[in-house]
Protein backbone atom coordinates (compact mmCIF):
# COMPACT_ATOMS: atom_id res chain seq x y z
CA UNK A 1 0.00 0.00 0.00
CA UNK A 2 1.78 3.37 -1.11
CA UNK A 3 1.65 6.25 1.03
CA UNK A 4 -0.56 9.18 0.51
CA UNK A 5 0.86 12.42 -0.77
CA UNK A 6 0.81 15.34 1.85
CA UNK A 7 -2.84 16.56 1.69
CA UNK A 8 -5.31 19.26 3.51
CA UNK A 9 -8.07 16.51 5.12
CA UNK A 10 -11.68 17.61 4.40
CA UNK A 11 -12.11 17.87 8.08
CA UNK A 12 -10.34 18.38 11.69
CA UNK A 13 -9.45 15.46 12.67
CA UNK A 14 -7.24 13.79 15.93
CA UNK A 15 -4.41 11.31 15.00
CA UNK A 16 -2.92 9.72 18.41
CA UNK A 17 0.38 9.10 17.77
CA UNK A 18 2.66 6.98 20.48
CA UNK A 19 6.28 7.95 20.55
CA UNK A 20 10.05 7.37 21.47
CA UNK A 21 10.55 9.46 24.61
CA UNK A 22 13.62 10.82 22.64
CA UNK A 23 11.09 12.41 20.21
CA UNK A 24 9.44 14.89 22.64
CA UNK A 25 11.08 17.94 21.43
CA UNK A 26 11.40 17.39 17.83
CA UNK A 27 7.47 16.50 17.89
CA UNK A 28 6.23 18.85 20.12
CA UNK A 29 8.42 22.09 18.93
CA UNK A 30 8.87 21.52 15.05
CA UNK A 31 7.00 18.23 13.46
CA UNK A 32 4.02 18.08 15.21
CA UNK A 33 3.05 22.08 14.98
CA UNK A 34 4.17 22.17 11.05
CA UNK A 35 1.88 19.26 10.17
CA UNK A 36 -0.97 20.83 11.75
CA UNK A 37 -0.87 23.84 9.79
CA UNK A 38 -0.19 22.20 6.81
CA UNK A 39 -3.56 19.83 6.97
CA UNK A 40 -5.64 21.15 9.58
CA UNK A 41 -5.66 17.63 11.53
CA UNK A 42 -4.76 17.61 15.66
CA UNK A 43 -1.82 15.15 16.54
CA UNK A 44 -2.22 14.07 20.38
CA UNK A 45 1.25 12.38 20.87
CA UNK A 46 1.96 10.12 23.54
CA UNK A 47 5.46 9.50 24.80
CA UNK A 48 7.47 6.70 26.84
CA UNK A 49 9.78 3.58 26.44
CA UNK A 50 9.58 2.08 22.79
CA UNK A 51 8.59 -1.31 24.54
CA UNK A 52 6.01 0.07 26.90
CA UNK A 53 4.36 1.77 24.39
CA UNK A 54 4.39 -1.10 22.28
CA UNK A 55 2.83 -2.79 24.45
CA UNK A 56 -0.08 -0.48 24.49
CA UNK A 57 -0.51 -1.15 21.02
CA UNK A 58 -0.65 -4.60 21.63
CA UNK A 59 -3.51 -4.27 24.28
CA UNK A 60 -5.46 -2.27 21.78
CA UNK A 61 -4.90 1.19 22.81
CA UNK A 62 -6.80 3.65 19.99
CA UNK A 63 -3.37 4.69 18.33
CA UNK A 64 -3.12 5.53 14.57
CA UNK A 65 0.99 5.65 14.40
CA UNK A 66 3.61 4.13 16.14
CA UNK A 67 7.12 5.70 16.34
CA UNK A 68 9.65 3.65 17.78
CA UNK A 69 13.26 4.64 18.72
CA UNK A 70 14.21 1.76 16.76
CA UNK A 71 13.55 -0.85 14.10
CA UNK A 72 13.52 -4.03 15.71
CA UNK A 73 10.09 -3.04 17.79
CA UNK A 74 7.93 -2.22 14.63
CA UNK A 75 9.24 -5.30 12.78
CA UNK A 76 7.81 -7.26 15.64
CA UNK A 77 4.79 -5.18 15.43
CA UNK A 78 4.01 -5.54 11.89
CA UNK A 79 4.85 -9.66 12.37
CA UNK A 80 2.15 -9.56 14.81
CA UNK A 81 -0.57 -8.19 12.50
CA UNK A 82 -0.83 -4.90 14.60
CA UNK A 83 0.93 -2.58 12.09
CA UNK A 84 0.29 -2.30 8.31
CA UNK A 85 3.99 -3.60 6.97
CA UNK A 86 3.92 -1.46 4.20
CA UNK A 87 3.84 1.74 5.92
CA UNK A 88 7.08 0.97 7.66
CA UNK A 89 9.83 3.33 7.20
CA UNK A 90 12.78 4.11 9.13
CA UNK A 91 13.00 8.18 9.06
CA UNK A 92 16.35 8.77 11.34
CA UNK A 93 19.08 7.88 13.03
CA UNK A 94 19.51 8.76 16.64
CA UNK A 95 22.48 9.81 18.58
CA UNK A 96 23.69 8.96 22.29
CA UNK A 97 24.91 11.71 24.61
CA UNK A 98 26.80 11.79 28.30
CA UNK A 99 25.41 15.13 29.86
CA UNK A 100 25.50 17.20 33.13
CA UNK A 101 24.32 20.00 34.77
CA UNK A 102 26.60 22.90 34.05
CA UNK A 103 27.19 23.62 37.97
CA UNK A 104 27.99 20.13 38.71
CA UNK A 105 31.39 19.46 39.84
CA UNK A 106 32.79 17.40 37.09
CA UNK A 107 32.35 17.03 33.99
CA UNK A 108 33.43 13.96 31.74
CA UNK A 109 35.08 14.81 28.29
CA UNK A 110 34.61 11.13 27.25
CA UNK A 111 32.65 7.80 27.67
CA UNK A 112 35.82 6.03 29.52
CA UNK A 113 36.17 9.16 32.03
CA UNK A 114 32.68 7.55 33.51
CA UNK A 115 34.76 4.76 35.19
CA UNK A 116 35.97 7.74 37.54
CA UNK A 117 33.89 6.97 41.03
CA UNK A 118 33.45 10.74 41.54
CA UNK A 119 30.32 9.32 38.68
CA UNK A 120 28.37 7.93 41.62
CA UNK A 121 25.31 8.03 40.04
CA UNK A 122 25.11 7.79 36.04
CA UNK A 123 21.91 7.84 34.81
CA UNK A 124 20.54 5.31 31.57
CA UNK A 125 17.16 4.19 30.28
CA UNK A 126 16.46 0.78 31.19
CA UNK A 127 18.36 -1.20 28.00
CA UNK A 128 14.86 -3.53 28.20
CA UNK A 129 12.57 -1.09 27.59
CA UNK A 130 14.39 1.99 25.45
CA UNK A 131 17.09 1.77 22.52
CA UNK A 132 19.03 4.50 23.92
CA UNK A 133 19.04 2.64 26.70
CA UNK A 134 20.63 -0.50 25.37
CA UNK A 135 23.23 1.45 23.40
CA UNK A 136 24.35 3.32 26.59
CA UNK A 137 24.92 -0.68 27.59
CA UNK A 138 26.24 -1.48 24.41
CA UNK A 139 28.70 1.44 24.71
CA UNK A 140 30.12 0.59 28.40
CA UNK A 141 30.75 -3.01 26.85
CA UNK A 142 32.43 -1.78 24.12
CA UNK A 143 34.62 0.92 25.75
CA UNK A 144 35.35 -1.79 28.51
CA UNK A 145 33.15 -0.24 31.21
CA UNK A 146 30.59 -2.52 32.14
CA UNK A 147 31.70 -3.91 35.80
CA UNK A 148 33.00 -0.36 36.56
CA UNK A 149 29.99 1.44 36.05
CA UNK A 150 27.28 -1.72 37.05
CA UNK A 151 26.91 -0.51 40.99
CA UNK A 152 26.53 3.13 39.98
CA UNK A 153 23.45 2.51 36.96
CA UNK A 154 20.34 4.59 37.97
CA UNK A 155 18.03 3.39 35.46
CA UNK A 156 15.17 4.93 34.24
CA UNK A 157 11.54 3.83 32.22
CA UNK A 158 12.88 6.01 29.50
CA UNK A 159 15.25 8.45 28.00
CA UNK A 160 13.84 11.73 29.21
CA UNK A 161 13.31 9.95 32.43
CA UNK A 162 16.84 9.46 32.61
CA UNK A 163 17.61 13.02 31.65
CA UNK A 164 15.71 14.50 34.41
CA UNK A 165 17.55 12.34 37.10
CA UNK A 166 20.43 14.30 36.13
CA UNK A 167 18.33 17.55 35.91
CA UNK A 168 17.38 17.11 39.45
CA UNK A 169 20.55 16.15 40.41
CA UNK A 170 19.69 12.77 41.50
CA UNK A 171 22.20 11.47 39.33
CA UNK A 172 25.73 12.80 38.10
CA UNK A 173 25.41 12.32 34.73
CA UNK A 174 22.89 10.87 32.15
CA UNK A 175 23.26 9.00 29.16
CA UNK A 176 20.36 10.44 26.83
CA UNK A 177 19.51 11.54 23.51
CA UNK A 178 21.42 14.25 21.71
CA UNK A 179 17.75 15.60 20.43
CA UNK A 180 16.67 16.19 24.16
CA UNK A 181 19.46 18.42 24.75
CA UNK A 182 20.71 19.78 21.67
CA UNK A 183 18.95 23.34 22.16
CA UNK A 184 20.56 23.51 25.83
CA UNK A 185 23.47 26.07 25.27
CA UNK A 186 24.31 26.09 29.35
CA UNK A 187 24.78 22.30 29.86
CA UNK A 188 27.85 20.36 28.77
CA UNK A 189 27.27 17.09 26.31
CA UNK A 190 29.55 14.78 25.16
CA UNK A 191 28.20 12.70 21.61
CA UNK A 192 29.21 8.90 22.11
CA UNK A 193 31.25 7.70 19.40
CA UNK A 194 28.74 6.08 16.93
CA UNK A 195 31.11 2.88 16.43
CA UNK A 196 30.46 2.40 20.34
CA UNK A 197 27.11 0.80 19.71
CA UNK A 198 25.08 -0.16 17.09
CA UNK A 199 23.19 2.51 15.07
CA UNK A 200 19.93 4.06 16.90
CA UNK A 201 17.88 3.41 13.61
CA UNK A 202 14.71 5.07 14.25
CA UNK A 203 11.24 3.82 12.86
CA UNK A 204 7.64 4.45 11.93
CA UNK A 205 4.62 2.51 10.85
CA UNK A 206 0.63 2.88 10.79
CA UNK A 207 -1.27 0.92 13.68
CA UNK A 208 -3.33 -1.39 11.56
CA UNK A 209 -6.39 -0.81 13.87
CA UNK A 210 -6.31 2.94 13.54
CA UNK A 211 -9.16 5.20 13.41
CA UNK A 212 -7.40 7.70 10.62
CA UNK A 213 -5.59 5.25 8.62
CA UNK A 214 -5.43 7.91 5.40
CA UNK A 215 -3.87 10.47 8.14
CA UNK A 216 -1.86 8.28 9.73
CA UNK A 217 -0.06 7.31 6.36
CA UNK A 218 0.17 11.69 5.30
CA UNK A 219 2.18 11.88 8.96
CA UNK A 220 4.04 9.19 8.16
CA UNK A 221 4.84 10.60 4.38
CA UNK A 222 5.47 13.97 6.51
CA UNK A 223 7.96 12.83 9.23
CA UNK A 224 10.28 10.90 6.13
CA UNK A 225 9.74 13.92 3.61
CA UNK A 226 11.30 16.83 2.54
CA UNK A 227 9.81 19.03 4.65
CA UNK A 228 10.81 17.26 8.14
CA UNK A 229 14.19 16.55 6.75
CA UNK A 230 15.79 19.72 7.83
CA UNK A 231 14.08 19.55 11.07
CA UNK A 232 15.39 16.10 12.14
CA UNK A 233 19.02 17.26 11.31
CA UNK A 234 18.21 20.38 12.95
CA UNK A 235 17.66 18.21 16.31
CA UNK A 236 21.29 16.15 15.97
CA UNK A 237 19.21 13.06 14.48
CA UNK A 238 21.13 11.69 10.80
CA UNK A 239 19.15 10.87 7.96
CA UNK A 240 18.65 7.43 6.87
CA UNK A 241 20.18 6.43 3.14
CA UNK A 242 17.36 5.81 1.03
Not at 209 to 228: C, E, H, Y
Request: proline share 7%; charged share 15%; no cysteine.
Amino acid sequence: MPLLLLAPVARAADLKVAAAANLQKVLTQALIPSFQKQTGATVTPTFGSTKLLAMQVRNGAPLDVFISADTATTDQLAGQGLLVPATRRVYAIGRLVIWTRRDAAHHPRRIQDLASPVYAHIAIANPALAPYGLAAQQSFAKAGLTASVAPRLVTAENIGEALQFAQSGNADVALTALALVIDDRADPYVIVPEDLHAPIAQSVGAVKASAQPALAQQFIAFLTGRTAAPIWRRYGYELPHK
